[in-house]
């Protein structure tokens, strides 16, 4: 049983890290910086 949850949880961890090199490769410097910056302007909001 040990086993089987060690190995799903690298299936998603490969998955992850797969979703995120994905991510980072198929977008442009500036999307990847503004999409970062997020986190550190959420208190910014219009209105």
Not at 41 to 46: M, V
Request: net charge negative; glycine share 8%; charged share 20%.
């Amino acid at each position: 049983m040990t086993w089987l949850l060690f190995i799903g949880d690298m299936l998603v961890m490969a998955f992850m890290a797969a979703l995120a090199v994905w991510v980072f490769l198929g977008a442009s410097d500036e999307d990847v910086d503004r999409t970062a910056g997020i986190p550190l302007h959420d208190e910014h909001r219009d209105g």
